[in-house]
Every structure is written in C-alpha cells, then in structure tokens.
C-alpha cells in the first residue's frame, strides 16, 4: 500500500520569499516520488521526479525536492518565490515496476503575494 | 501534437443524460489513466489502462461509469444517466508503461469540465 499527504492545502508566501511544500509518503517499497504542478484551467505538469541516485533533485522554475528515507519526506522548495509560481501542486508516488498506479496527495494550493 | 488531448474541453449537460469524453494519448504510450477532481480536492483514479492487459477498474465510483480504449490508442470514458455530483474536471494521462525509470511519468491533458444540470 501507499499513500501520501501533503501538509496545508493552502501555503501563503511573499514575492520573493522561500517557498517550501511539504509532503510524506508512505510506501512498502521503495518509492519513485513526483512533484506535479497544476496551472489554472490547465492539466497537470511534471515538475521534479525522484527514481534512484541522487536525493537531490532539480526540476523546471527552479524547484527542487529532496528524498529523505528517514522521514519518508519529499518536501518541494525553491528559494525565491515568483507572481507566476501560484498554481496548486501534487505531490504523488508510485513504485518501480508492474503496473503500479500513482497514488496523488490533495495538493496544496501555493498563494504568492506582491 | 505531441501531447495528451481531451475532448470536450467544456460539457454541459442535464441531470439524466449520458456524455462521453475522448482523450488521445501521446503516441506510443502504452499507459493510459483517468482521473476525476473535483472542487478543491486531489485526484481521485478512476481507471488504467496498459497494453492489451484488462483494465484496472477499482476506481470507478459506480456501475455508471465506464471507459474503453480503442486499439491501444484513444479512450473513451462514459458516464450514463449522470448525476450533479458527476460535475468535475476528467482528467486523462499517459505514460510510457514498462518498468523503467520514465515509465511512471504521467503525461497529463488539459482535462474536460463537466457540469450537470
């Protein structure tokens, strides 16, 4: 089983100001861990993915998200927050091979003040 | 296009009536999934596709709803005598397929709104 929950459905930050989305999962097996990014009226957009290797990943604006084992965590973080960068993310993991289905968290819906 | 589309991008429709909505993957993705959100929630799966193997359907929230994929190809998702609480965004993706590392990325479509009356 898996399963993922993302902290806040609504996390406020200043133009500029760092931005940090929290999300834990919960997997029996080692987990590939994505971060996707929802622009109004639009579908969903890849932003970062963790598979193996490195912990640290980099992805698209200037995102990036760091696996911790330890406390099952993938938080999403970029150090500048910017007017474009409000949508809502989802958090989602899944598993290596089969047919796994994702499992989504509930999103968190990022508000960027002037 | 090299992206996933879906079709209707909006449907209205009346309480009662039935709809279908179209989504076509990117070419040669054996991968394909549907998903409902709703106002203010995540994404709820509905059902997945891959290859020629049989439909994973333990999303589908009731006998009303349904879907097929042609050929490999384009899906279809049907919602017969649809209720107001059916009003949602119907979103489609997919993905490679396989057990690689890029096989899990979703690819997801702008999604079709529909609101019954």
């Known amino acids: 089983a898996q399963s993922v929950t993302q902290l806040g459905s609504h996390v406020s930050v200043s133009e500029g100001a760092l931005v940090l989305l929290r999300c834990n999962y919960s997997s029996s097996v080692p987990p590939y861990l994505f971060w996707y990014v929802q622009y109004p009226n639009q579908g969903l957009q890849l932003l970062l993915k963790?598979?193996?290797?490195?912990?640290l990943v980099k992805g698209i604006n200037g995102f990036e998200a760091e696996f911790k084992k330890s406390e099952t965590s993938f938080h999403l973080t970029k150090p500048s927050a910017h007017m474009s960068d409000a949508a809502e993310y989802f958090c989602a993991v899944s598993r290596s091979g089969g047919s796994y289905i994702p499992t989504f968290g509930r999103g968190t819906s990022l508000i960027v003040h002037p | 296009g090299a992206g996933v589309s879906q079709s209707p991008s909006n449907k209205v429709t009346e309480k009662g009536k039935d709809v279908e909505l179209r989504c076509d993957p990117i070419s040669g993705h054996t991968a394909l999934y549907w998903y409902r959100q709703s106002l203010g929630q995540g994404l709820e799966f509905l059902i997945y596709f891959q290859g020629n193997s049989a439909p994973d359907k333990s999303g589908l929230p009731s006998d009303r709803f349904s879907a097929e994929r042609t050929g490999g190809s384009v899906s279809t998702l049907t919602i017969q005598r649809t209720q107001q609480e059916d009003s949602a965004v119907y979103l489609c993706?997919?993905?490679?397929?396989?057990?690689?590392?890029?096989?899990?990325?979703?690819?997801f479509g702008p999604g079709t709104r529909l609101l019954v009356l």
């Open positions: 993706a997919s993905s490679l397929g396989g057990s690689g590392r890029g096989s899990k990325t979703q690819y």
């Open positions: 963790y598979t193996t290797g490195a912990t």
